[in-house]
């Protein structure tokens, strides 16, 4: 049994614990205002981070990413998730106080997010297909609600009902994915899947390799691959933009922690040449979004897009990862600066959508003098996603395309997929710049300074900080992310 | 778990250094939070850190000077073996204190200087910031991290050469209406600011290029590194890349220290406060390139050790400093304007150090050179800040920067009359009392000993230079003090601006300055042999470049009992030849005024010709402009006119069609519906799966 105390377990209780308390007290509670709801969930995210923090600096967590069978896990590739994703839970939330001032049912949209953080975090400690599979669940069906939340906005409800319609597609596939897997190994503990899966004979291989793509079809779906990412856009510009953050930097990122648990190492036990086939999706999805985002005219949409691309990268990284050694880590690394970049981005549009209520590109004009702060983060988060120097995107990008120049001694074709992402990244410049462009460059309506919304400002300050400090002293998350790489040479093989 | 940050922790060690420049930005980062308070507050803080700053520095003083060395690590991206760290040894331990106290005199008479600005938050941040990333470039003990302050350095500038940037008709530099080949010669501070940033940039492209090419075959940044195991060097020798690449670091010292052919921001860049003006020629910005060659010059020269010669690169380093150094002697000989022609001056004494550390490289007796430029660099930072600090109380009184818009002003300044003698001395060589002059004499006994091809065409150009030098400090003191009140100051004050002297504030710092260029300069030649014996140890101890005991005494006899022995008799007579002739003839035209000098250009075709030949800066700056901003813009203008109206746009559709027709292809497929979504998604499955088949 997995101790009471270990982090996923405690996670779940602080998290899970105030998640049901907030729309009791909301009940309890007569008097009106949001604030109050917000500040409790900040609590809780803020000691959970807290907990992980401890628990790694105590050494409470083993290093890597380990097997067990058990299905849960407290390993260092789990808290590394951990923390990506309890870093965005805190951005939303406070990035929401103000978005949510005034607008129906703030209890139970901060119990929400809440509970659809657990699910992420749960994914990344999964060792199990079935419990993985309910941690997904988990964090899914909070965001289908949250993403429906404006009920009187017609594109809300719509996002909510695409995004459902394909949330209950995808996980069908997982299902069926996971019930071959039973099928042909008599087991759902993830290494006993793998294990099987290479004492296969020749004959059950096709099934196998259907298993595989259908979870990555699965997963696909939620980090927005190409082409299961036609929901997305249409989803996250309809959802409230703090949602957007939530969706774009959260579940986003647990679905690569679903690929890397179950995927990759699977994949790497059955020896498949599958590197060449998520090389093709990572080239189609970076090219796809990038050029979809050229086009858009609407600041959430574009983002959306934006994300579709920078998934690209980041499988970059995973499709190296049998034959070079800083592949993944490479790949966590972008993870994790991609949450708070993509976060940071949407908080922005969030402010600007509270202050200004637009999203329209040609609206932005000017935004440098009217809301310099806001103006500002997004500026540096976008440029961050393009991976300009010397901000964290830039050494993420760099160890990225590294990894696939490095993977060239093996494979020759590698070299191509860095090739890809710099053209790539020159292209998202375009429409990156485009935005700063505006921002700075055009004269608006008015020069007259807004006031900016409080919790955006804390927010953008938070991510400046982060995004140019890991940008000039890098080390200490590269080295954090080396130490949550699965151990490639401990898995079994089918040689 | 390396992320803990105990290894961090001992990395640091000794934490006075990392102090040194950690304490200016930390300085810069609560400026503004102060300022939110009481914007008057802010230049305190701005002194109480530098202050600081220059504790921790003057602390390292004695161990640097037993020739004991600093030198800690820290991981800084260590997944591509990159570290960062600090480097204390004798060379930057001295540079950081003349960097450090000078600026916190600087700072101390910025509080008096910019009293009243409406912007003391931003000038205190950017002071701060300055400070902090000239720091980091003298205790940087790689590349890289130098890079990051001598960016910083740059960007620093930009931001105080333009600080006054609603560009009033007071803050611009030059003659309004003046033309030069049809180019006004009349910059506002934002263009002037842009100026210095795209032409310091040139150099700094060249020296990140450089920097890259050594790292390419070294495989580090480090100095000590680079020392340690020099096998990179053979490597590139072999492939005749060595002294390319050390050509193009010293294109970084040349735009940052505005040598030639990248001098001529400098002078725009006075457009900025007079104590940034001090800060940038006396501590920060042009220093850093001088530094910049102190550090790789032994480095390189060390190499002779292994049999490669690097006789080239230190043969441009010394005709660079030897041409910058008359060139912008001669200008500042006639320009009106008071930081002008300190501005001259400035470029024209770094012109001397490069020399001297040019020619240190080409003689047996590198140390002599070395020794010589750093002196100079260290005298020079004394007597130039006081004379800048000192210029800007005057402009600050005045209310103009022409000089001829002053003018008797000695009975009215008495306190800043008698520092600008003492410091102005000092640029002129005034002999045996002035660091200036044992500086000054140092350099051209190293360069007359040297016994390159080169020593002696070289040693003609600094005695003119010096000639040159003693004869425009003469003049703009004689133009400032001596003679009849201006008609400028006259109709002040009528309107009842009487002139007075500075406050406390003000000439407190440079009056120290000032003080010490004449107390160090009493014990010039014992100052001298200090640092001499202490570099021989350094560049002993950690390049082994070996000079014997009997150093700067090279077959000269005792003089005058002894209290010159060492000094090179040939040098010595030229340095007072040179104070004795510049100083007479700018005596005979603007302090005893016997002859007008005026008519006396105007008296003669040639020196008339002269006179305009060096006004219009020797039509340099002009030709530059032609060459790199109008003549491009032209171009510019007719390619997109002719090239991309016609060609571009009528034929060449190709790029810009498909990457609209891509975008448009993407668009349609989003059509919105459900139903082809799941249609696609299907599909998806089905190629996903035939992809992993293959």
């Known amino acids: 049994m997995i101790e009471f105390t270990s982090t996923p377990i405690m996670l779940t209780l602080i998290l899970g614990a105030v998640g049901v308390l907030i729309p009791v007290i909301n009940v309890a509670r007569k008097e009106k205002g949001s604030s109050v709801y917000g500040v409790i969930a900040l609590g809780a995210l803020l000691a959970a981070i807290g907990f992980v923090v401890y628990q790694i600096l105590t050494k409470h967590v083993t290093p890597s990413a380990i097997f067990s069978s058990n299905v849960l896990v407290d390993d260092t590739f789990g808290s590394f998730f951990a923390i990506a994703m309890l870093i965005v839970g805190i951005m939303t939330t406070v990035g929401s106080f103000n978005y949510m001032r005034g607008r129906a049912n703030p209890a139970v949209y901060y119990s929400l997010i809440l509970l659809s953080s657990i699910g992420m975090i749960l994914i990344a400690y999964s060792t199990d297909l079935v419990m993985l599979f309910i941690a997904w669940e988990l964090m899914s069906i909070p965001t289908y609600v949250l993403a429906g939340y404006l009920k009187k906005d017609p594109s809300s409800n719509e996002a909510a009902i695409k995004y459902f319609l394909f949330g209950a597609l995808s996980s069908g596939i997982i299902i069926y994915g996971i019930s071959i897997a039973y099928g042909l190994t008599g087991s759902t503990n993830i290494e006993q899947v793998i294990v099987g899966f290479s004492k296969l004979g020749p004959d059950m291989m096709p099934l196998a390799i259907l298993a595989v793509g259908m979870f990555i079809a699965g997963f696909g779906f939620k980090i927005g691959l190409v082409p299961f990412h036609m929901w997305l856009p249409d989803a996250y510009e309809g959802s409230p933009p703090t949602i957007a953050a939530l969706l774009a930097a959260g579940t986003k990122k647990a679905g690569f922690a679903a690929v890397l648990r179950v995927i990759i190492m699977g994949a790497i036990a059955l020896n498949l040449h599958w590197a060449f086939a998520l090389a093709v999706i990572a080239i189609v999805t970076m090219t796809v979004g990038n050029l979809a985002a050229i086009k858009q005219r609407n600041l959430t949409r574009m983002l959306a897009y934006s994300s579709i691309g920078q998934a690209g990268y980041i499988l970059i990284g995973l499709s190296v990862a049998p034959i070079s050694p800083i592949g993944i880590q490479a790949s966590l690394f972008h993870i994790l600066n991609h949450s708070v970049m993509k976060a940071a981005a949407f908080i922005a549009v969030a402010g600007i959508v509270t202050t200004l209520g637009v999203t329209h590109i040609e609206k932005i004009k000017g935004l440098g003098k009217r809301m310099p702060i806001t103006a500002l983060g997004l500026t540096i988060s976008l440029l961050a996603l393009a991976g300009v120097p010397p901000l964290n995107g830039f050494w993420s990008k760099l160890m990225l395309f590294g990894s696939a120049i490095d993977a060239g001694h093996t494979l020759s074709w590698a070299p191509y997929l860095a090739v890809a992402g710099v053209l790539n990244s020159a292209l998202s410049l375009a429409y990156y710049g485009w935005i700063i462009r505006k921002m700075y460059f055009e004269e608006g309506e008015s020069n007259k300074r807004l006031k900016e919304p409080k919790s955006v400002i804390a927010v953008m300050i938070f991510s400046i900080i982060f995004i140019v400090g890991i940008g000039v002293y890098p080390d200490p998350v590269i080295e954090f992310a080396k130490s949550a790489v699965p151990i490639m040479s401990g898995l079994p093989s089918i040689h | ?694």
């Not at chain 2, 506002?188 to 210095?196: C, I």
């Not at chain 2, 030098?469 to 133009?479: D, E, P, S």
């Not at chain 2, 005494?553 to 090179?568: D, I, K, R, T, Y």
Request: aromatic share 14%.
């Open chain 2, 1 to 694: 778990m390396a992320i803990l940050p105990f290894d961090l922790v001992s990395g640091l060690g000794d934490l006075r250094v990392w102090a040194i420049w950690i304490l200016p930005f930390a300085a810069a980062l609560i400026i503004p939070a102060f300022g939110k308070v009481s914007k008057r507050s802010t230049g305190w803080v701005a002194v109480a850190f530098a202050l600081a700053s220059a504790i921790s520095a003057v602390t390292l003083l004695p161990g640097a000077l037993g020739n004991h060395e600093i030198h800690n690590q820290i991981p800084w991206i260590s997944s591509i073996g990159i570290k960062a760290g600090v480097l204390a040894d004798p060379l930057a331990v001295i540079m950081s204190n003349v960097v450090a106290w000078i600026s916190f005199l600087i700072f101390v008479y910025s509080t008096g200087y910019m009293k009243g600005d409406k912007d003391l938050t931003r000038f205190f941040f950017w002071m701060a910031f300055f400070l902090g990333s000239m720091q980091l470039i003298v205790l940087s003990d790689n590349f890289l991290q130098l890079f990051f302050g001598w960016e910083g350095v740059g960007l620093a500038s930009y931001a105080l050469v333009g600080f006054w940037y609603k560009d009033k008709k007071k803050d611009h530099v030059g003659v309004e209406g003046r033309h030069v080949l049809g180019l006004m010669d009349y910059y506002s501070p934002t263009h002037s600011g842009m100026k210095a940033f795209i032409m310091t940039k040139v150099g700094d492209v060249m020296m990140l290029a450089g920097m890259f090419l050594i790292f390419a075959f070294a495989g580090t940044f480090g100095f000590r590194e680079l020392t340690a195991n020099t096998s990179w060097a053979t490597a590139m020798a072999a492939q005749h890349l060595l002294i390319p690449a050390a050509v193009l670091l010293f294109g970084g010292a040349i735009g940052k220290s505005a040598q030639f052919p990248l001098n001529e921001w400098l002078l725009e860049a006075m457009t900025g406060p007079t104590a940034v003006s001090a800060l940038i020629h006396a501590a920060t910005m042009v220093k850093a390139g001088v530094f910049l060659v102190a550090r790789l010059a032994p480095l390189f020269f060390a190499l002779a050790a292994i049999g490669i010669n690097m006789d080239q690169f230190f043969e441009i380093i010394a005709w660079v400093g030897a041409i910058t150094a008359l060139l912008l002697a001669t200008q500042g000989m006639v320009h009106p304007e008071i930081k002008k022609v300190l501005a001259y001056s400035t470029g024209s004494q770094i012109g001397y150090m490069m020399m001297a550390l040019g020619v240190a490289g080409l003689s047996k007796q590198f140390v002599d050179g070395y020794t010589a430029g750093f002196f100079h660099l260290i005298s020079h930072a004394m007597f130039k800040a006081s004379l800048f600090m000192a210029a800007g109380s005057i402009l600050h009184i005045v209310g103009s920067r022409f000089m001829t818009d002053m003018g008797g002003l000695r009975k009215y300044m008495k306190k800043t009359y008698a520092f600008m003698w003492a410091a102005g001395l000092g640029l002129m060589g005034a002999p045996f009392i002035t660091t200036g002059f044992w500086s000054k004499d140092a350099i051209f006994a190293a360069v007359y000993q040297s016994g390159n091809t080169w020593a002696i065409p070289i040693f003609a150009i600094a005695v003119i230079t010096a000639v040159i030098t003693a004869f425009y400090t003469t003049r703009m003191i004689g133009l400032v003090f001596f003679g009849n009140k201006s008609k400028h100051v006259e109709d002040m004050e009528k309107e009842g601006h009487h002139v007075h002297e500075a406050s406390p504030s003000m000439w407190v710092p440079y009056g120290i300055l000032a003080v010490l260029t004449i107390g160090v300069g009493v014990m010039g030649l014992a100052f001298e042999h200090q640092i001499h014996d202490l570099f021989v140890n350094y560049l002993g101890s950690t390049f082994g470049i070996k000079s014997s005991v009997e150093t700067v005494a090279m077959g000269s006899q005792p003089l005058l009992g002894g209290f010159l022995e060492g000094v090179n008799p040939v040098a010595l007579m030229a340095s007072l030849a040179a104070f004795a002739i510049g100083f007479g003839l700018g005596y005979v035209f603007y302090i005893g005024r016997f002859v007008d000098p005026v008519k006396f250009v105007n008296s003669n075709i040639f020196f008339y010709a002269l006179h305009k030949f060096f006004l219009n800066r020797w039509y340099l700056n002009a030709l530059i402009y032609w060459g790199f901003v109008v003549a491009p813009l032209y171009v510019a203008r007719g390619l997109y006119k002719y090239f991309e109206n016609f060609v571009l746009e009528g034929f060449n559709v190709v790029p810009e069609k498909t990457m609209a027709g891509g975008a448009r292809i993407m668009q349609a497929t989003q059509t919105g519906v459900s139903q082809s979504y799941l249609y696609i998604f299907g599909v998806g499955i089905l190629i996903v799966v035939f992809l992993l088949l293959i």
